[in-house]
């Protein structure tokens, strides 16, 4: 039964396209996370939802527009691909802060390759 | 600027031997530590956390150390087993992590268990 799902977990696209990562918890967390892990295998947060609220926003590109349509989705849409945008991303899920529970629970990958 | 890093990216150890993982951090207000495993094609999985106000904190096979003056800490796996090598990232944060708390990863070790 998976806890944390992402779609597609492959994705090759040119430059210049507009592509959307989808991902789902079943789990009934609160939080949903948006990660990018480089060539350099350097994992980092780009956004984080509580509630469908954005409460964390680094300073990624505004061509990636993250959206949650209810508490159990986190949709990552990337505009005007460039070849740098080339990573692992994943998603994750965490029950609300207060929760004693503090990890992140982390979907398998989607990744994207722009040629 | 990376401020949880993990100097050695590769680590061989034979099985049943102690695993020693390290990672060092800058920020000084980082109080909470965690440590992900993560295999190949999958997402890290949670392995075992630490806040500040301890220096040690144990789960079966797994003990993380926290040496604050040093900004230091390390994981220990004891004893090692081959379903055991995967990379490993520790991450840090600032209060309890979640979605008003960023987690900041490091880079990763690759622990290989020899049988």
């Known amino acids: 039964d998976t806890a944390v799902s992402q779609t597609p977990k492959y994705l090759v696209t040119q430059m210049g396209n507009d592509k959307s990562i989808k991902c789902e918890q079943n789990?009934?967390?609160?939080?949903m996370y948006w990660y990018k892990q480089d060539s350099k295998k350097f994992l980092k947060i780009m956004f984080s939802?509580?509630?469908?609220?954005?409460?964390i926003n680094e300073t990624v590109p505004n061509r990636f527009s993250p959206k949650s349509p209810d508490k159990a989705h986190l949709n990552l849409h990337i505009n005007s691909l460039e070849l740098g945008d080339s990573a692992v991303y994943f998603c994750?899920?965490?029950?609300?802060?207060?929760?004693?529970?503090?990890?992140?629970?982390f979907g398998p990958g989607t990744r994207l390759t722009v040629t | 600027d990376q401020q949880v890093k993990q100097n050695s990216p590769s680590l061989s150890v034979q099985e049943g031997r102690i695993s020693i993982l390290n990672c060092d951090y800058t920020n000084s207000m980082f109080d909470y530590f965690l440590w992900y495993k993560k295999y190949p094609a999958e997402g890290p999985t949670f392995l075992i956390s630490i806040s500040s106000i301890k220096d040690k904190n144990e789960d079966g096979r797994f003990t993380v150390f926290l040496n604050k003056s040093a900004k230091h800490l390390s994981l220990h796996i004891v004893p090692s087993q081959p379903g055991d090598s995967a990379v490993y990232f520790c991450?840090?944060?600032?209060?309890?992590?979640?979605?008003?708390?960023?987690?900041?990863f490091g880079t990763g070790t690759k622990l290989q268990v020899i049988p």
């Open positions: 939802y509580n509630n469908k609220e954005l409460i």
């Open positions: 991450a840090a944060s600032v209060g309890p992590p979640g979605g008003y708390q960023k987690v900041t």
């Open positions: 789990l009934g967390h609160d939080t």
């Open positions: 994750a899920s965490s029950q609300d802060e207060t929760s004693a529970t503090y990890e992140q629970y």
